[in-house]
T-cell receptor, first 117, second 115 residues
């Protein structure tokens, strides 16, 4: 089975532009999460979606938005790009969400490296 | 808010030797998960080991083991018999009990393995 796939792998944009990042979860996984990893730091939680509904949101401005499609794939959109948005954007999928549902694990993709010039 | 602190930016270990990575966290919760993730140059985060807070027994996965001290809010990772393939960035992460799956990560520790 394929793992979590993200596209594109690399992207270069200029300030003020808009970007869309895409993620396909592992087959059968219904939850997708997005993380931002700035160089030299740990990943920061942006969003989580489960069954097409937003389940969690991190401390990010409204320029960041996401959605999940009926096939459970997801898009992360960032408007009015700033230099500080340059980072590795990681997508992760899991079978379920919630607590006490068993040993659900989070599986990560290899990320999209976004550079804002 | 939960914070996770990794105080060692870099650690170096001789092949076949043992290295211990430190992690402390701050929380008011009594039930939670702690994780160690490995991020090699391929950038994909790989789960190394997981610990449930209500379990007193320290988790082990082959050459990887943890020392979980709940009262001290400490969660260290020991890599035994280090191999060249262990070279990577290691992140400590925390997940609270809740209806989501939000991970809070530390800043990471870069592990280099000397041949």
């Amino acid at each position: 089975d394929a793992g979590v796939t993200q596209s594109p792998t690399h992207l270069i944009k200029t300030r003020g532009q808009h970007v869309t990042l895409r993620c396909s979860p592992i087959s059968g996984h219904k939850s997708v999460s997005w993380y931002q990893q700035v160089l030299g730091q740990g990943p920061q939680f942006i969003f989580q979606y489960y069954e097409k509904e937003e389940r969690g949101r991190g401390n990010f401005p409204d320029r960041f938005s996401a959605r999940q499609f009926p096939n459970y794939s997801s898009e992360l959109n960032v408007n009015a790009l700033l230099l500080g948005d340059s980072a590795l954007y990681l997508c992760a999928s899991s079978l379920v969400v919630g607590w006490g549902r068993g040993n659900e694990k989070l599986f990560f993709g290899s990320g999209t490296q976004l550079s804002v010039l | 808010a939960q914070t996770v602190t990794q105080s060692q930016p870099e650690m170096s270990v001789q092949e076949a030797e043992t290295v211990t990575l430190s992690c402390t966290y701050d929380t008011s919760e009594s039930d939670y998960y702690l994780f160690w993730y490995k991020q090699p140059p391929s950038r994909q985060m790989i789960l190394v080991i997981r610990q449930e807070a209500y379990k007193q027994q320290n988790a082990t996965e082959n050459r990887f083991s943890v020392n979980f001290q709940k009262a001290a809010k400490s969660f260290s990772l020991k890599i035994s018999d280090s191999q060249l393939g262990d070279a990577a960035m290691y992140f400590c992460a925390y997940r609270t009990r809740g209806n989501d799956y939000k991970l809070s990560f530390g800043a990471g520790t870069t592990v280099t393995v000397r041949a």
